[in-house]
């Protein structure tokens, strides 16, 4: 990265300037240009905040306030000193100086280009709606439709999921009112957005009225209420979110993680601090997932668990479904299980099929874990839970054995997700004979019965299941 940074005096150079408020209109533009066309420079800055993170550990300073929201203000103790550190080179306190300045650098730079209205282009496309009413000035939009700046739309029934031509992918919620500035950068007046955003659109500006939402390269949502409060949820990557009130956006910002999100009113108040609830955003998360619908005791969440082994996430009222793997291109072929229709003869439920290299995949796991004690301590009651997944495009099979998990993790499942329990090792997660799981004919809809005792063992009941995906 030091290499990196060499590479990449111009653009120090041009931060520094926007932070000193010194920056030209020319320098402004060239910034936009070094940022927008350079991949390289788009990871240094993020590069640049994660540092931060890591040398707030580091050093011996006292972070400002404006880092420090999730800090409990009641405690007025000051950080212990710690024993004089090492000399440390001229490029470490650049590197320093440039991660504390960075959140508002990227703020001023993104309010100068990125929420800048430019007058009636085009800068996105309707991609896609599932019973959605989108209009504009009453007139009803269809999908593929280009929309503009200097409109105002609305959302009215449904969901709707937009391209922007900076590559940015966003799913609005009705109803939902938004407005478009930029071709990487909405308004949302009201309503509820999620946003999916690629290394190629890092930057991707969402206004609200009380806030400034920028993009780090990430999975975030954002909701509005009638009355302006605003809410940011971070569910992977970063964002960095800035009050706005009286049309002005406030100096003090707030840099936001996997698992933080925040809400700020418009009347000025103190921002609240909260965590991430994928709950606001269940039919934009669903819908970006492509699952049409959901029936019975199924839950989706987008984000698995950091640690799911037996008894570390259970439920005696959900069976969790969660994405693992998205537009996963397979590497090699993968051998799957067939999962047999309804009523399929019983030597027909261990077909073995092959999903060939290079077929791009959703991957799903699919979990129940009953409690194993109730809030007594004693054993729970067995738990009996059924459902039904209907998924956007077909099931091409899945896993149910405790082998073909271990041998696809590190393939097909999620990075960083410990999947067992230390306690316990490698234990039970495949179905039980007794559970029952079948697929519809033309492929699309899942339906699952299960049951898991209370007591007596360590096992989970888990599928993978791999579906197919747009292209």
Request: glycine content about 6%; overall charge negative; aromatic content about 8%.
């Amino acid at each position: 990265m030091s290499k990196t940074l060499r590479n990449q005096k111009a653009l120090v150079k041009l931060i520094y300037e926007v932070q000193n408020e010194t920056a030209s209109t020319s320098q402004l533009r060239e910034l936009a240009d070094l940022l927008r066309g350079d991949p390289e420079a788009q990871r240094l800055y993020v590069f640049l905040m994660d540092m931060h993170a890591e040398l707030i550990l580091e050093e011996e300073f006292v972070v400002p306030d404006q880092w420090d929201l999730f800090h409990d203000h009641t405690s007025h103790e000051l950080p212990t000193k710690k024993k004089a550190a090492t000399r440390k080179t001229l490029s470490h306190y650049l590197l320093l100086t440039l991660c504390y300045f960075i959140p508002l650098t990227v703020l001023s730079y993104f309010a100068y280009h990125a929420t800048k209205p430019l007058p009636h282009t085009q800068v996105a496309v309707i991609q896609e709606m599932a019973e959605g009413l989108l209009t504009q000035d009453h007139r009803p939009l269809s999908e593929n439709a280009p929309l503009l700046t200097g409109h105002t739309y609305q959302l009215q029934q449904g969901v709707a999921k937009l391209r922007m031509n900076s590559g940015a992918e966003v799913i609005l919620e009705s109803p939902a009112t938004f407005e478009l500035l930029h071709h990487n950068s909405i308004r949302l007046q009201k309503g509820s957005l999620a946003a999916e955003v690629e290394s190629v659109a890092v930057g991707f500006v969402v206004e609200t009225p009380s806030q400034r939402v920028v993009d780090l390269g990430t999975r975030f949502g954002v909701r509005v209420d009638a009355d302006g409060t605003s809410e940011t949820h971070v569910f992977q990557g970063k964002v960095v979110c800035a009050q706005r009130q009286d049309d002005r956006v406030e100096s003090l910002t707030h840099f936001l993680t996997t698992g933080q999100a925040i809400q700020i009113k418009s009347d000025g108040s103190a921002p609240l601090p909260l965590k991430t609830n994928e709950d606001k955003f269940t039919r934009a998360l669903k819908f970006q997932a492509q699952i049409e619908r959901l029936a019975g005791a199924i839950e989706y969440r987008q984000e698995i668990p950091e640690q799911i082994g037996a008894g570390e996430f259970t439920s005696s009222q959900h069976i969790y479904l969660f994405q693992e793997r998205k537009n996963l291109i397979l590497p090699k072929d993968v051998t799957v299980w067939k999962i047999p229709h309804p009523g399929a003869p019983e030597n027909q439920k261990e077909i073995k099929q092959v999903i060939p290299q290079g077929t791009k995949v959703n991957v799903f796991l699919l979990h129940l874990d009953g409690p194993h004690q109730d809030a007594q301590g004693q054993d729970h009651p067995t738990v009996r839970l059924s459902g039904t997944i209907h998924f956007k495009h077909a099931v091409l099979g899945g896993f149910k054995k405790d082998k073909d998990f271990y041998t696809t993790d590190q393939t097909l499942g999620a990075a960083d997700v410990a999947y067992d329990n230390q306690k316990f090792g490698q234990s039970g997660r495949g179905i039980d004979r007794s559970d029952k799981t079948t697929l519809s004919e033309e492929g699309h809809t899942l339906d699952v019965s299960w049951s898991q005792r209370g007591s007596g063992g360590i096992g989970r009941d888990q599928i993978r299941i791999i579906v197919a995906t747009e292209e």
